[in-house]
């Protein structure tokens, strides 16, 4: 059987223009990968919204990483003033990995 190893997800919704400041957040953070979604739409607290590709000014993107616990945590700590002010969405989950030391 292959060996997994137990590393954290972690996914961010974030508004376009707050993107370069999240992938800042994340390299301080120590996370040097990661994959960037761009979504179509969605519902949300505030109704629903779509992405209308004219001014991009409801774009959003998912900022998606794999990384260690302890890296998790430092970025969810150095991004806690802007989940409030900026109400983004953070969702953070265990998850197995193969070959665990290209997600440290």
Same mark, same amino acid.
């Given at each position: ?18 993107? =370069? ?5 994340? @390299?301080? %953070? ?6 960037? #979604?761009? +979504?179509?739409?969605? $519902? ?26 302890? =890296? ?5 700590? @150095?991004? %806690? ?6 109400? #983004?969405? +953070?969702?953070?989950? $265990?998850?197995?990995v193969i070959r665990g030391a290209k997600f440290t």
């Amino acid at each position: 059987m292959t060996e997994t190893v137990e590393r954290v997800r972690v996914e961010i919704l974030v508004d376009q223009p707050l993107l =370069r400041r999240v992938e800042q957040v994340a @390299a301080g %953070a120590g996370i040097t990968g990661y994959t960037l #979604l761009p +979504l179509l739409g969605g $519902r949300g607290a505030s109704g629903p919204w779509r992405d209308d590709q004219l001014s991009g000014a409801q774009a959003k993107i998912l900022f998606l990483t794999i990384t260690s616990r302890t =890296r998790a945590d430092r970025l969810t700590d @150095a991004l %806690a003033d802007l989940l409030d002010s900026h109400g #983004l969405l +953070l969702a953070i989950s $265990r998850v197995e990995v193969i070959r665990g030391a290209k997600f440290t």
